[in-house]
């Protein structure tokens, strides 16, 4: 048993080291998909651990503690007030920090999410229906999202006409897009990629085909990319 967990404990000390080795990748900054992807691997690392650890108990009780015959009675120890309150006590103690550290992991992430860099690029985005349009900073408009590689990117978005939601699930974040306010995501795009934007708010007849190809490219492509794009 004993050998059993230092295992866990060193396969859960692994997984997490190498995880968060895996977030400080790319320009430096919080990847708040990444930071995201990594709690969810405690989350699921720590509830396997703790079940295969409970059905383990579970088994070897019900092994130890099985009746000889069925007039068999069972007898029990009589506890101290002392060992009553420690055996309801200390396990409530180490699962409520468990519960702590996820907790306080999952405030990391969401500061992540809403701390912008001061080096962000910005682009407005606008929600209609039903399609997203997207204005750069130099004024050029896209129907696609095009982000330069390893460059923050902050979205401000509003609508012009109903509610809609900017969901990006390869950056694993969506957000509320609504008239007269405005709203924001943070991104920081350290992988060349291929994705898309779907609106993940019902917003009308053609909500489902509401969606945005959206490309992480090198810098210089970019450029190039945004030129073209300008004087279209």
């Not at 103690?93 to 001061?118: C, H, I, K, Q």
Request: glycine share 6%; charged share 20%.
């Amino acid at each position: 048993m004993r050998k059993l967990l230092s295992a866990m404990s060193g396969l859960v000390g692994t997984v997490l080291l190498s995880s968060q080795a895996f977030a400080a990748e790319g320009n430096g900054l919080a990847v708040p998909n990444q930071s995201w992807e990594r709690l969810w691997h405690e989350v699921i690392m720590d509830i396997t651990v703790i079940g295969v650890i409970m059905a383990i108990l579970a088994v070897i009780m019900l092994i130890k503690y099985k009746a000889s015959s069925p007039d068999q009675l069972g007898t029990a120890k009589k506890l101290t007030t002392v060992q009553s309150i420690a055996w309801a006590l200390i396990p409530a103690s180490v699962f409520m920090a468990d519960d702590f550290f996820l907790a306080a992991n999952g405030w990391t992430v969401w500061n992540d999410y809403r701390r912008v860099p001061e080096n962000a690029m910005e682009i407005k985005v606008t929600g209609y229906q039903w399609y997203f349009e997207f204005t750069y900073e130099d004024g050029t408009t896209t129907s696609e999202l095009v982000l330069p590689h390893n460059q923050p990117v902050v979205l401000r978005m509003t609508s012009e006409d109903v509610i809609h939601s900017f969901g990006l699930p390869g950056f694993r974040v969506k957000e509320d897009v609504m008239p007269g306010r405005i709203t924001y995501i943070y991104l920081n795009p350290v992988e060349i990629r291929e994705t898309f934007v779907q609106c993940a708010e019902f917003c009308g007849n053609d909500h489902s085909v509401m969606t945005n190809a959206v490309r992480v490219v090198p810098q210089a492509e970019f450029d190039a990319w945004l030129a073209e794009a300008a004087n279209g």
